[in-house]
C-alpha cells in the first residue's frame, strides 16, 4: 500500500480542540504579533527564531503553574514552492528568565511541535502548542513563542524566504502553586517504535484530582514515519510511502492503593497520514471528563495510545530536544464550569 495524500483536516482539527480546550479554561492574557515576521530556512535545522511581539513577561512564586498555549502561530513560503520542495518546520514555546538567561540546568524549558510542510498539498502550517511552565523558583520570567524551518532543498545558493503571518499569539492562564494541574514528558529512552498493525501505550502518568468538576487530560505526541534507511529509525521498506496513525488518550479510573475502579474511558480518536513528504508529525489529543464519570473513584491513570494503522514503522519520540524543550509531554488540569 502506498499512500499519496495528507489529510490536512486532522491537523486543522486538532489545533480547534487546543483552541477549544483553552477557552474553556477561562480568557487569558495574550501578546499578538503586530506584523507578519518573515524569516529565512536552513539546511539544517538551526537555532531558534523568536516571533516578535509574542512575548509574555509575567513575575511567579516557586512552583506556580502557568498554562501556556498558542492561537494562530503559522507558517508559510513567501513565494510559492513546487511539489517536492518540502520544508521542516519546528514550532515552540520557550522561557526563560526575565534577564534573558536560561533556567536552571535540567530545568523544562517548553515545549515543541513539529511537520513538513509540503507543497503543493498544503500552502501552510498552524501549530498546535500547549505546555505547562513550572516555575523553578520566586521570580520574574518571560516565555514566547519561536520557529525554525529547514529543508535539503537549500543547496547551491537557492534560498526559501517563510513567513509568520501577522496574529500569531501565546496565551497563559495561571494557577496557584496547589492548584490541580500536572505536567509530566516522555523521558529519554522511554520512546518506542510501533510496528504496521500494533498499538502503542505510552505517556502514563496518575492524577489525583481533589478539586473542581472538570478534568482535562492533553498527551501531545511527537511522531516520524520510520521511511527505508531512515536515520532515526529502522524497519521501513519502500513498499510504503508513510504511515498511517491513530491517536488517543485513555483514562483509567483507580483507587487510592492503584486496583482498578471501573472500566477505561477512551478519547476521541485522531487519524494522521504521514507521508514521507510530511515526514513527522505532533498529533495533539485531549480527553475531558466531569469527576461525576470517574464514580467516586479518587485517582485516574492516563495514557496515551499510538496504534499502527498501516505502513511502516512509526517512531514516538521521547527526551529533549535542544533547550530542554520537550517532544512527547502531557498535562492534567481539574477546573470548575
Not at 505547562?132 to 545558493?157: E, K, Q
Not at 492516563?302 to 494503522?309: A, I
Amino acid at each position: 500500500m502506498r499512500f499519496r495524500t495528507i489529510r490536512a483536516a486532522v491537523a486543522t482539527a486538532g489545533a480547534l480542540v487546543l483552541t477549544l480546550a483553552g477557552a474553556a479554561l477561562g480568557t487569558a492574557p495574550a501578546n499578538a504579533a503586530s506584523t507578519g515576521f518573515e524569516y529565512e530556512v536552513t539546511r539544517n535545522a538551526g537555532a531558534y527564531l523568536d516571533v516578535p511581539g509574542t512575548e509574555i513577561a509575567f513575575d511567579a512564586a516557586a512552583g506556580e503553574r502557568s498554562y501556556l498555549w498558542s492561537r494562530y502561530f503559522a507558517t508559510e513560503p513567501v513565494d510559492a514552492l513546487s511539489a517536492g520542495d518540502n520544508i521542516g518546520n519546528t514550532f515552540a514555546v520557550r522561557c526563560r528568565n526575565a534577564d534573558g538567561t536560561a533556567l536552571p540546568t535540567a530545568t523544562e524549558a517548553g515545549s515543541y511541535w513539529a511537520a513538513n510542510l509540503v507543497p503543493t498539498i498544503e500552502n501552510k502550517l498552524t501549530s498546535a502548542l500547549r505546555w505547562v511552565f513550572v516555575a523553578p523558583a520566586a521570580g520574574s520570567y518571560t516565555c514566547r513563542l519561536s520557529i525554525v524551518s529547514y529543508s535539503s532543498i537549500i543547496v547551491n545558493g537557492r534560498t526559501v524566504t517563510m513567513r509568520v503571518p501577522a496574529g500569531a499569539e501565546l496565551a497563559r492562564q495561571t494557577y496557584p502553586v496547589y492548584t490541580d494541574i500536572s505536567r509530566w514528558t516522555l523521558l529519554a529512552g522511554s520512546g518506542t517504535t510501533v510496528a504496521r498493525g500494533t498499538t502503542a501505550t505510552t505517556l502514563g502518568y496518575t492524577v489525583t484530582p481533589t478539586a473542581g468538576n472538570r478534568l482535562s487530560l492533553y498527551q501531545d505526541a511527537a511522531l516520524s514515519t520510520c521511511a527505508a534507511g531512515s536515520s532515526i529509525c529502522s524497519g521501513g521498506t519502500e513498499a510504503y510511502d508513510g504511515t498511517v496513525v491513530e491517536t488517543w488518550v485513555e483514562a483509567q479510573p483507580r483507587n487510592a492503593d492503584g486496583s482498578l475502579c471501573g472500566g477505561p474511558i477512551a478519547g476521541p480518536v485522531s487519524r494522521w497520514d504521514i507521508t514521507n513528504a510530511k515526514h513527522h508529525q505532533s498529533a495533539a489529543n485531549t480527553l475531558t471528563l466531569t469527576t461525576a464519570q470517574l464514580g467516586g473513584c479518587t485517582q485516574v491513570r492516563t495514557t496515551l495510545k499510538v496504534r499502527n494503522v498501516d505502513g511502516n514503522p512509526v517512531k514516538i519520540h521521547d527526551g529533549y530536544a535542544s533547550g530542554t524543550i520537550a517532544a512527547t509531554h502531557g498535562s492534567a488540569i481539574t477546573y470548575t464550569v
